[in-house]
């Protein structure tokens, strides 16, 4: 099955740019849909950005125009750009993989899930 490592979290001061990365392994299907999901304190875990196999995104209205989700595939790695952070973006950080489908950001959808990284912004 899918496995996701996540890696790239850490504190940083608002307007600051961090970089998530995410390794897969175990892909089975060709298509697939990646997604990264953040979930603070409190609160309910939500979408950020996803992509699929062709290359199609969506990202959250919160984070349009700042955060880019990308991939590289021949290193099998998923990533999140973070611009022009803000203290509101403070939250733990998933990357979830689902395959043979779109599902964007429903992450009930998702099957497959990184351990997380945690992001801090102050």
């Known amino acids: 099955h899918v496995q996701l490592v996540e890696s790239g979290g850490g504190s940083v001061q608002a307007g600051g740019s961090l970089r998530l990365s995410c390794a897969a392994s175990?892909?089975?299907?060709?298509?697939?849909?990646m997604g990264w999901f953040r979930q603070a304190p409190g609160k309910e875990r939500e979408g950020v950005a996803a992509?699929?196999?062709?290359?199609?995104?969506s990202y959250a209205d919160s984070v349009k125009g700042r955060f880019t989700i990308s991939q590289d595939n021949a290193k099998n790695t998923l990533y999140l750009q973070m611009n022009s952070l803000k203290p509101e973006d403070t939250a733990m950080y998933y990357c979830?993989?689902?395959?043979?489908?779109?599902?964007?950001?429903?992450?009930?959808?998702?099957?497959?899930w990184g351990q997380g990284t945690q992001v801090t912004v102050s």
């Open positions: 979830a993989a689902e395959e043979g489908r779109w599902v964007g950001g429903d992450a009930r959808q998702y099957t497959y």
């Open positions: 992509i699929d196999s062709d290359g199609s995104t």
């Open positions: 175990g892909y089975t299907y060709s298509s697939y849909c």
